[in-house]
């Protein structure tokens, strides 16, 4: 029997409401229970296998205050010849503060090398990944160079990416195209729809989520809870990508994630073992190799005029004076490889 006023409706659980009130209490429970699943949800989606820095959530919307600046570096030689280890701060600045500092050590068992640290400040800085017909192949792309004047105006700083994808054994993701499939353990960088990113292996610190928007995966890693990874040989000039002309001290280039989430990226002539040395050096849990030899090897920054001025070849600067290649690299119609950018958060 219904109460005057009831309402003879069916609800979802299939009971028949018996008054207005009684209906109204239980689409209330309903909607409470939604939003209880839909925060739940949420909440599985922002999470990954591993935060930057090897716990906490990679990829959740990030502060907009900077990270600590980075702490100088210890030289592996007795001395600071010439302020080397000491970072200095470059490039555009983001909202007033620096995003980018840079230094250089003396290589340990070759103290005449020197080589180029980078530390970004993820806080700060969004990276993208630009994709090229040639690496990793295809003329679909919308992000490939040269940057363009939009993209130039926020650009704080851009490096290579990693191998050809036959020599990479890694995958690549960007722009919803799946070029290659992800490999389980492959080093990866992998980027989020804010702009953050991580570095790590495939499956075990960093997977797929509804967040994730680039990936690019280059052998294994490189440097893994902040020490460089067993088998490594000073003389290798095969299993960690093909020296030109068996060359061991060849430019080598590195990509690492530090405790606290900042990106720091290493170059210089050197082999694989003192690569893997001044990463861990500069702060890294996890890194892996990137592109090697003269020709490919590249970090530049920019340091336009104003906050939004246009980040140019003729205001960009190598991290080293020895990179065979040139800020304008980015900036070429030719250029037919991948790359990253880091550039000011909007």
Do not use: C
């Not at 017909?133 to 160079?145: C, E, F, I, K, M």
């Amino acid at each position: 029997m219904v109460l005057t006023g009831a309402l003879p409706a069916v609800g979802k659980n299939g009971a028949r409401y018996r008054s207005e009130r009684e209906e109204r209490g239980v689409r209330v429970r309903w909607a409470r229970r939604k939003v209880f699943a839909f925060a739940v949800t949420a909440a599985l989606t922002l999470a990954t296998t591993g935060g930057p820095g090897g716990a906490g959530v990679a990829g959740a919307a990030r502060a907009r205050s900077p990270l600590p600046a980075p702490a100088d570096l210890t030289p592996f030689t007795a001395r600071y010849p010439g302020g080397l280890g000491i970072y200095r701060p470059v490039g555009r600045r983001v909202d007033g503060h620096p995003a980018l500092y840079v230094t250089w050590l003396r290589l340990p068992d070759q103290p005449s090398t020197v080589v180029g640290v980078a530390w970004m400040d993820t806080h700060l800085l969004r990276a993208q990944l630009y994709s090229g017909s040639l690496s990793p192949g295809g003329l679909y792309w919308r992000r490939t160079a040269p940057v363009s004047p939009s993209a130039a105006r926020t650009l704080v700083a851009a490096f290579n990416g990693g191998f050809l994808m036959k020599d990479s054994h890694g995958g690549y993701l960007s722009e919803g195209h799946l070029v290659a499939p992800l490999v389980r353990g492959g080093a990866s960088l992998v980027i989020y729809r804010d702009g953050s990113a991580n570095v790590g292996a495939w499956g075990v610190d960093v997977g797929m989520t509804p967040r994730v928007v680039a990936v690019r995966q280059n052998l294994t890693l490189l440097v893994d809870h902040g020490r460089p990874v067993p088998g490594l040989v000073a003389s290798d000039v095969s299993r960690w990508g093909s020296s030109l002309n068996n060359v061991v001290d060849t430019p080598r280039s590195g990509l690492g994630v530090t405790r606290d989430g900042a990106l720091v990226y290493v170059e210089g002539p050197m082999s694989i073992v003192d690569l893997a040395r001044v990463l861990v050096r500069a702060g890294a849990v996890r890194a892996m190799a990137l592109d090697m030899n003269p020709f490919w090897t590249i970090f530049a920054y920019y340091t336009p005029a104003g906050p939004r001025g246009l980040a140019t070849p003729g205001n960009g600067h190598r991290l080293n004076s020895t990179m065979v290649q040139s800020p304008d690299r980015f900036f070429q119609v030719s250029y037919a490889r991948d790359f990253v950018t880091m550039s000011a958060a909007g």
